[in-house]
């Protein structure tokens, strides 16, 4: 079993869609929790960051964080067709960070 | 703030020859810079832990002899891939931990390595 599962998509979503983003992990001692946007052939980009259980906004994202499930999502409202990309979750103990497959979003206008 | 340089963005090389990829943090200082190494549709792969002033840290099956990396100062850290060959070929991005602080990356553009 991989240390964080994130589903590769493709996800497909038409512009003004609610786009749900999630990632499921195995080891507990994850106590920080990151979403990165990397655009084809970029290095990724810090979008959300998030210290331990709980919900984090930033304009049209929103991240959360169920530590008791293992499980953390990103909500994008209002998606638009710039924000297709490929999202990476990441999280780590403090010392090691791990990351996810990466789901390919594509929001058509 | 927080932004990270690489150079080259691209490089296309003969078999055999060695390129050397640069990591600059342009802001920020950085006792910690990483390695990643990022195959098509897949996501990215930890390759070394590069700390200012010492030996980098190489995940298991990375061969430290044909990724040389050396992190000279807080803002640079280089990657050489000696004696490239065709399997070599990807994309190469660097991350680098601002001081002081921990669990937020921020990465380079990426360095795309073409190996004839």
């Known amino acids: 079993q991989k240390e964080v599962e994130q589903d590769p998509g493709p996800l497909s979503v038409p512009e003004g869609a609610i786009v749900s983003l999630n990632c499921t992990y195995s080891n507990s001692a994850f106590q920080y929790f990151m979403w990165y946007r990397q655009y084809s052939r970029k290095g990724p980009e810090l979008l959300m960051y998030t210290y331990s259980s709980g919900n984090k906004e930033d304009g049209r994202f929103t991240a959360q964080v169920d530590k008791s499930s293992k499980y953390i999502s990103l909500f994008i409202r209002d998606s638009q067709p710039s924000d297709s990309a490929t999202y990476l979750c990441?999280?780590?103990?403090?010392?090691?960070?791990?990351f996810g497959a990466g789901t390919r979003l594509t929001v058509k206008p | 703030g927080a932004v990270v340089s690489q150079h080259p963005s691209r490089v296309i090389c003969k078999s055999g020859t060695s390129v050397k990829i640069e990591c600059r943090s342009l802001d920020f200082q950085a006792t910690t810079m990483f390695w990643y190494r990022q195959f098509p549709k897949q996501s990215l792969m930890l390759m070394a832990t590069?700390?200012?002033?010492?030996?980098?840290?190489?995940e298991q099956g990375v061969e430290k002899d044909k990724f040389l990396i050396n992190h000279a100062s807080l803002t640079l850290s280089t990657l050489t891939v000696t004696s490239a060959h065709p399997e070599d070929s990807s994309f190469y991005i660097c991350?680098?931990?601002?001081?002081?602080?921990?669990?937020?990356?921020?990465f380079g553009p990426g360095t795309r390595l073409t190996v004839l």
């Open positions: 991350s680098a931990v601002p001081v002081p602080r921990i669990n937020e990356q921020f």
């Open positions: 590069s700390n200012e002033g010492s030996k980098a840290t190489y």
């Open positions: 990441a999280m780590s103990t403090g010392n090691d960070m791990r």
